[in-house]
């Protein structure tokens, strides 16, 4: 198993979206993640901040996987990717120094 990260930015149009809608897509987003943890795949997911903790920086997504096409595949169902309301671009992590990353159970 690897680990990936997924990066992502809102595009121009979903920033014109009302805070309201945006906020449905992204608790679209959240039950997905939510889901994938239940059925045993390690995802984790959240938003960057700048020095002031306001949002905008972007968002991660880090997902445990067999394959880059694995998680390719598993990324693609995102709703906020489905809804074209980001960019983003999936890479493999390879770590070479360090503790160990992440640990789980479900390994």
């Given at each position: ?6 990066t ?10 009302s ?10 987003h ?7 943890n239940?059925?045993g ?9 700048d020095?002031?903790?306001v949002?905008?920086?972007?968002g991660?997504l880090?997902?445990?996987?067999d394959s ?6 598993i ?7 489905l809804?074209e309301?980001?960019t ?6 390879i ?7 992440i640990e789980?159970?479900?390994?």
């Open positions: 198993m690897a680990w990936f990260i997924k992502e930015f809102f595009t121009p149009q979903a920033k014109d979206l805070l309201e809608i945006r906020r449905s897509h992204i608790a679209r959240r039950l997905w993640v939510s889901e994938l239940k059925q795949i390690i995802a984790l997911s959240g938003y960057l901040v020095e002031n903790h949002p905008g920086g972007g991660l880090i997902l445990k996987a880059y096409s694995i998680a390719k595949s990324i693609k169902n995102d709703p906020i990717i809804a309301l980001v983003w671009e999936l890479h493999e992590f770590q070479i120094i360090g503790p160990p990353i789980s159970q479900r390994g």
